[in-house]
């Protein structure tokens, strides 16, 4: 078992930044990747990040590319998501995920561990 603990959201100008961190417990030495994703009101959770624990290779989905980077401290068991150029439509609450499993890295059903998840309000 693999315990996820998410902090660092909050309230935040438009065009303001914010770094979410998820510390990692249990049995972390068979992590494969771990991922953000985001639910907005009303919508379905949507994959934001991953990295690949070993090698810290990463990928971006198309709408936070250039402004979101997901990294990771191996020591501590930690990944991050440094958010920069925050928008109004960021507006959700942020979720850490993580798998033990080398399968489809941008969907919820691929994850089996999930943090209690934490909000992130961007005002205009």
């Known amino acids: 078992q693999v315990q996820l603990v998410e902090s660092g959201g909050g309230l935040v100008q438009a065009g303001g930044s914010l770094r979410l961190s998820c510390a990692a417990s249990?049995?972390?030495?068979?992590?494969?990747?771990m991922g953000w994703f985001r639910q907005a009101p009303g919508k379905e959770r949507e994959f934001v990040a991953w990295i690949r624990w070993s090698g810290g290779i990463t990928f971006h989905t198309g709408s936070v590319k250039g402004r979101f980077t997901i990294s990771r401290d191996s020591a501590k068991s930690t990944v991050f998501l440094q958010m920069n150029s925050l928008k109004p439509e960021d507006t959700a609450v942020y979720y850490c995920a993580a798998t033990d499993q080398a399968n489809v890295a941008t969907v919820t059903t691929s994850y089996e561990y999930w943090g209690q998840g934490i909000q992130v309000t961007v005002s205009s």
């Open positions: 249990g049995r972390t030495f068979s992590m494969y990747r």
